[in-house]
T-cell receptor
Framework: DTEVTQTPKHLVMGMTNKKSLKCEQHMGHRAMYWYKQKAKKPPELMFVYSYEKLSINESVPSRFSPECPNSSLLNLHLHALQPEDSALYLC???????????????FGEGSWLTVV | KNQVEQSPQSLIILEGKNCTLQCNYTVSPFSNLRWYKQDTGRGPVSLTIMTFSENTKSNGRYTATLDADTKQSSLHITASQLSDSASYICVVSGLSGYSTLTFGKGTMLLVSP
C-alpha cells in the first residue's frame, strides 16, 4: 500500500470551478512533487517542493497553483481549467530533495481529474 | 537530450512464463535507474533502484540488471502471475536533481491465463 495519500480519487469540475487536490505523507519526507499523467504517457513533472519551498515549476500555467502548508501536506489548487487538463494527477514524495541514489520516490494513487 | 527508450511497447505472455523488458538510456551524467510498476489508473510503485556500481538487484520475482557502460537495463519477471499485468516504467536520474528524472514510455505487459 502506498504511504502517499491523495484526495479526492476522482474529480469532475467545470471550467469556471475552483477546486483543490490534496496530498499527504507521514514518512518524514522533505520533498514533495506534483506530476500530470495523460493516458498511455509517462508522468510529467509539474512542481517540486523541497523543505516546504517551491524549488521547481516546470512552466506550468497559472491556473494550477501549488501550496505546501507544512512538510506533510501538498495541495494543488485548480481554477479556470481547460478540458485538455483532464488527466491523472500524481503526488509523490522522497526523503531528500534531489534525484540521488537511494532516494526512492513514492507515488500516491493519483487523482483522476475530468474538466467538462 | 536525455532520453529513455523502452522495448517492447507491449507484451503478452502466458501465466507462469518468464519475460524480460528492456530499457536503453542516454541520460548523462548518470546517477541511478529505477523501475516502476503502474497498474492501470493507479500511481507507480517502485520495484528497484540501481546506481552505476550495481549490476543486478532483485525484488521477489523481479530482477533488474544494469550495464552502465552500454547504458542498458533490463527487468526480468519470473513465473509471471496475472497480477503482473501492468505498465513497467524505466526512470533514469541524472546528477543534478529532479529535473533530470527522465521517464520512459513504459512497456505494457499483459499476462494471460
Amino acid at each position: 500500500d502506498t504511504e502517499v495519500t491523495q484526495t479526492p480519487k476522482h474529480l469532475v469540475m467545470g471550467m469556471t470551478n475552483k477546486k483543490s487536490l490534496k496530498c499527504e505523507q507521514h514518512m518524514g519526507h522533505r520533498a514533495m512533487y506534483w506530476y500530470k499523467q495523460k493516458a498511455k504517457k509517462p508522468p510529467e513533472l509539474m512542481f517540486v517542493y523541497s523543505y516546504e519551498k517551491l524549488s521547481i515549476n516546470e512552466s506550468v500555467p497559472s491556473r494550477f497553483s501549488p501550496e505546501c502548508p507544512n512538510s506533510s501536506l501538498l495541495n494543488l489548487h485548480l481554477h479556470a481549467l481547460q478540458p485538455e487538463d483532464s488527466a491523472l494527477y500524481l503526488c509523490a514524495s522522497s526523503q531528500r530533495g534531489d534525484g540521488a541514489s537511494g532516494n526512492t520516490i513514492y507515488f500516491g494513487e493519483g487523482s483522476w481529474l475530468t474538466v467538462v | 537530450k536525455n532520453q529513455v527508450e523502452q522495448s517492447p511497447q507491449s507484451l503478452i505472455i502466458l501465466e507462469g512464463k518468464n519475460c524480460t523488458l528492456q530499457c536503453n538510456y542516454t541520460v548523462s551524467p548518470f546517477s541511478n535507474l529505477r523501475w516502476y510498476k503502474q497498474d492501470t489508473g493507479r500511481g507507480p510503485v517502485s520495484l528497484t533502484i540501481m546506481t552505476f556500481s550495481e549490476n543486478t538487484k532483485s525484488n521477489g520475482r523481479y530482477t533488474a540488471t544494469l550495464d552502465a557502460d552500454t547504458k542498458q537495463s533490463s527487468l526480468h519477471i519470473t513465473a509471471s502471475q496475472l497480477s503482473d499485468s501492468a505498465s513497467y516504467i524505466c526512470v533514469v536520474s541524472g546528477l543534478s536533481g529532479y529535473s533530470t528524472l527522465t521517464f520512459g514510455k513504459g512497456t505494457m505487459l499483459l499476462v494471460s491465463p
